[in-house]
């Protein structure tokens, strides 16, 4: 069959789908409305997601799973061990498995009939987007299963262990365990094809032969809202002489908030400058510390959580975007700065390091903490000593963002999978 006859049938399941809720929740809801631009679309979601996709007028057929009875003790057992939301990520992996298998159970017990009925050509899984979660579905499904993208698998690096029992990150010891659960072995064995976002993940899926793996990230930005203002990065030189850096993110030990003002408190060349920065979390304690510490008061500022829009528009107003964090799976924030047209400054590993090769931003090699402060402090006054000298990166980056990475992009990539799985063609050449 040919998408040039008829638009693709695709039954998507996307437990996490929220336009308002961070993280993979808007990933989830963005990426599944692209799709929708260029295929009849079944959404199928979490009954915890129904009043704000109702409120954003979402018009495609969306059916809501309850599965409460089991989610929710779950969640609450699970934020105890986590000791709150914004750390242990393996373990609010390893408490998902039991839900998202009921999730998934219950999809099939509603559209079981119509899949053997021919009612769908496809089946696309998009969130969870952790390989550690199998499907139900895939080894029961009578029309090509498609996962992904998937991301995970980034390791620790060995010279953060603070920061990484800072994050409750105790259980990642156990992760590969998952490989053995019920289902886990068929989700793979069954894929038509298997999206991953970056090298990371791909070394994670040995099983899967090469010509099933698509590239594909996760990440994307909307245009409307991250995109640069024509002058770069000189054009735009602020009127009291500064380079303005800015840092953004969740304020959590893996992210390094502290180090961009640790590497102000070592150099009297960027005490005259300034650094922003946007975002909350457990971290905000030491970073307010930090500064009071290094006498940083009069050229940090920590301006707080702000709405997508906010940050657009304080990344269009800075110089530089500092991103320091070592153990990032999608970093669609470095994306966004990338699309407002400044230069991007990230740790040389995981999907920074990926999205920064090749010119397209400045990148510091993995190293102990004090050893990255330093690298960092080195790269940020070579830009306020010749501030122009990030206009080509900025510029580059820019470019590759909007090339790449913008929803319609996505979308667009997403339906030459489909034609391609349901004509039989190869996968290579497909996806990044």
């Known amino acids: ?42 959404l199928v979601t979490h009954v915890r997601n129904r009043e704000n996709i109702e409120k954003a007028g979402y018009d495609v057929p969306v059916t809501y799973l309850d599965t409460e009875w089991l989610a929710g003790p779950m969640y609450k057992v699970e934020r105890i061990v986590r000791g709150g939301d914004d750390i242990g990520w393996s373990t609010s992996k390893m408490f998902a498995y039991l839900p998202y298998v009921a999730f998934e159970r219950a999809a099939w017990t509603r559209f079981r009939t119509e899949l053997r009925s021919g009612a769908f050509d496809l089946v696309h899984r998009i969130t969870p987007m952790t390989p ?50 019920p289902y886990a072995r068929s989700t793979y064995d069954r894929a038509a094809a298997v999206l991953t976002a970056f090298s990371h993940t791909r070394r994670d899926l040995s ?9 594909f990230p996760e990440i994307g930005f909307d245009p409307s809202i991250f995109h640069g203002i024509g002058t770069l990065p000189a054009g735009r030189r602020s009127e009291d002489g500064k380079v303005h850096f800015l840092h953004a993110g969740r304020l959590v030990p893996y992210k390094l908030p502290e180090l961009p003002i640790r590497a102000f408190g070592a150099s009297e060349i960027l005490r005259q400058h300034h650094l922003h920065i946007v975002g ?19 050229c940090v500022t920590l301006h707080g959580r702000k709405t997508q829009t906010e940050l657009a528009d304080w990344m269009r107003r800075c110089d530089v975007f500092v991103h320091p964090s070592i153990r990032e799976l999608g970093a669609g924030v470095v994306v966004e700065a990338m699309a407002c047209g400044i230069e991007v400054m990230v740790t040389a590993y995981g999907a920074p390091g990926d999205l920064a090769a090749e010119g397209r931003g400045a990148m510091v090699e993995m190293a102990d903490f004090d050893t990255l402060v330093a690298g960092f402090r080195r790269e940020m006054e070579a830009v306020a000593e010749a501030p122009d000298r990030a206009a080509a990166v900025a ?23 489909y034609e391609a799985v349901l004509s039989g063609r190869p996968l290579s050449g497909l996806g990044y």
């Open 395 to 417: 510029a580059r980056g820019q470019a590759y963002a909007e090339t790449l990475y913008t929803w319609r992009a996505k979308g667009e990539k997403t339906l030459e999978l």
């Open 207 to 215: 099983r899967v032969e090469d010509a099933r793996i698509v590239p």
């Open 280 to 298: 909350d979390g457990p971290e905000l304690p030491r970073m307010q510390a930090a500064i009071a510490e290094e006498g940083l008061e009069a």
């Open 1 to 42: 069959m040919s998408l040039s006859c008829r638009r693709p049938r695709v039954l998507i399941l996307a437990e996490e789908c929220n336009p308002e809720w961070p993280s993979l929740p808007i990933v989830g809801y963005k990426y599944a409305r692209e799709i929708a631009r260029g295929a009849d679309v079944t």
């Open 132 to 181: 550690t979660l199998p499907s139900y579905i895939a080894h029961k499904s009578p029309v090509p299963f498609l996962i992904g993208p998937m991301n995970g698998n980034l390791d620790w690096p060995a010279a953060f262990a603070a920061e990484q029992k800072r994050e409750n990150e105790t259980l990642r010891r156990f992760r590969d365990f998952y490989k053995y659960l």
